[in-house]
């Protein structure tokens, strides 16, 4: 499980973001799943493009998500990822 969420992560590109459940989705898992595999990943994969569904960014790593999100030019609304325009939709 945790090789296929580090490959769901680094499909998502620059900007974009996946939820939690979205991953879940993809691989046949919940949330809490693909995060305790995110917690195994490290500082390998892009883990900031990986969000709550309701766009709020991870808070580990010192809070660092929202700053490297706004970075890499993910819409923002307010501290939350605007969802509907920053959903990478996998294909």
């Known amino acids: 499980m945790v090789e296929e969420v580090r490959e ?3 499909a998502i590109p ?7 459940g979205d991953i879940g989705e993809r691989i046949a898992a919940g ?3 693909v995060g305790r595999a995110m917690s195994q990943l490290g500082d390998s994969v892009p883990w900031w493009r990986v969000v709550h569904a309701d766009g709020t960014p ?3 790593h010192g809070g660092k998500a929202p700053e490297l ?3 890499e030019g993910a ?3 307010g501290a939350r990822v605007d969802m509907r325009r920053a959903r990478h939709l996998a294909t």
């Not at 620059?14 to 939690?20: F, L, T």
């Open 14 to 20: 620059a900007g974009r973001v996946a939820s939690y």
């Open 69 to 71: 999100l706004r970075a």
């Open 75 to 77: 819409p923002m609304r």
């Open 58 to 60: 991870a808070s580990c």
């Open 31 to 33: 949330p809490r799943q």
């Open 8 to 10: 769901q992560v680094l």
